[in-house]
């Protein structure tokens, strides 16, 4: 099967990626953040009914990777519930303040370039 998708397309284990990270946010409660919304359009804009598949795939990565019963709505493996309890660490980027901000750094303090406009600060000259 592994196989099949490596070859079969180089999108497809992209697809079933992407799909299994919207499955696990959704369940946790959060919002998609910016990068993954990018992924998500580049993967379904091409694609003959691509939205409809890329539900169709979360909806599977739930029951599958995290054995959500649609039925019922819960989880039914604890093991399953534990992970989910792990929220990813920085949760300005899902909903919070860099909500928006594509290029913000998740690791580092960004800090703004100045403007062309905004005299910088003049050195000292050292003698």
Known sequence: MSVLELVDS????RFWYIAKV????ELQGLPVD?????NIKKLTQLREDGEDKFRGAVETAKEKFFHYDPVS???TNEESKKNLEN????LEYYGGAYTGQLTVSKKFNVIPRP?????????????
Do not use: C, M, W, Y
């Open 73 to 75: 709505g819960e989880i």
């Open 34 to 38: 910016d990068l993954t919304k990018v």
């Open 22 to 25: 919207v499955a696990r946010l």
């Open 115 to 127: 403007n062309k406009t905004q005299p910088t600060e003049e050195k000292p000259e050292s003698s």
């Open 87 to 90: 929220l990813p660490h920085n």
């Open 10 to 13: 180089e999108f497809e284990i």
